[in-house]
């Protein structure tokens, strides 16, 4: 896995080989396939549900959902590079913890993503999107 410069590592590893707890930091990168995306500490794509609101901020992934599909937990402090740190925030999960929000969307990483930059999530199940430094939905769709 690269490590960005100066950027902490995950903590220990999920059963799936996934790192458990990012360090709270959201990237806007350009991606060849998807454009603007947005990225962790580690590289991974961060992505955001159709599901859920922006406006109110509100997660509509809660129980089994959140095993494919993993919240990024909101920490102080965050670093932000290539977003407007005024569209970052967090919204209160029904579980009672705090996740990070861009513009407004919850954001999610995807269990199926093994590798930094890899992008398996995007357009999964018509609703899950990678999402830009905007908050909007990247693109294109694939058919």
Avoid at 45 to 58: F, G, T
Wanted: glycine share 12%.
């Amino acid at each position: 896995m690269r490590q960005r410069p100066g950027a902490a590592a995950y903590g220990p590893l999920s059963p799936a080989g996934r790192p458990s707890q990012p360090q709270a930091a959201l990237y806007g990168i350009s991606s060849d396939t998807l454009g603007w995306v947005v990225i962790d500490a580690q590289g991974y794509v961060l992505y955001r549900s159709e599901r859920d609101s922006a406006r109110p901020s509100r997660s509509a992934c809660t129980g089994a959902c959140t095993v494919q599909w993993l919240p990024v937990p909101a920490a102080d402090p965050i670093r932000v590079e290539g977003i407007d740190r005024q569209l970052v925030g967090t919204v209160l999960r029904p579980d009672g913890t705090r996740q990070l929000t861009l513009a407004g969307w919850p954001l999610y990483g995807y269990a199926g993503d093994r590798m930094p930059g890899d992008t398996n999530g995007h357009a999964k199940d018509g609703h899950w999107f990678a999402v830009t430094p905007i908050g909007t939905r990247a693109g294109p769709t694939p058919s």
